[in-house]
């Protein structure tokens, strides 16, 4: 993540990605927690590079999209 946090590239590509899956998926940081749904949201978390983000991912097909959202974090990242 950048020193200025999730810039739109990356986040609109998050987003894509999430919504290609039924399970709902939030992130939090620290006592916040938001959908991951929508750019706002994103930039409401106000999440910093060195700032650390749990993902939460609930519903039918989460196994498949934590594995996607991972994937996503470790490979697809470094592309954008």
């Known amino acids: 993540m950048a ?9 609109t590509a998050l987003i894509r990605l999430v919504k290609k899956y039924k399970s709902i998926v939030s992130l939090r940081k620290g006592e916040s927690t938001i959908q991951l749904n929508s750019m706002l949201n994103i930039l409401t978390l106000g999440a910093k590079g060195g700032d ?16 996607a959202i991972d994937n996503f974090f470790t490979e697809e990242l470094k592309t954008l």
């Open 3 to 11: 020193a200025e946090g999730i810039h739109a590239r990356p986040a």
């Open 52 to 67: 650390t983000v749990t993902v939460l991912v609930d519903g039918a097909d989460e196994a498949e999209a934590a594995a």
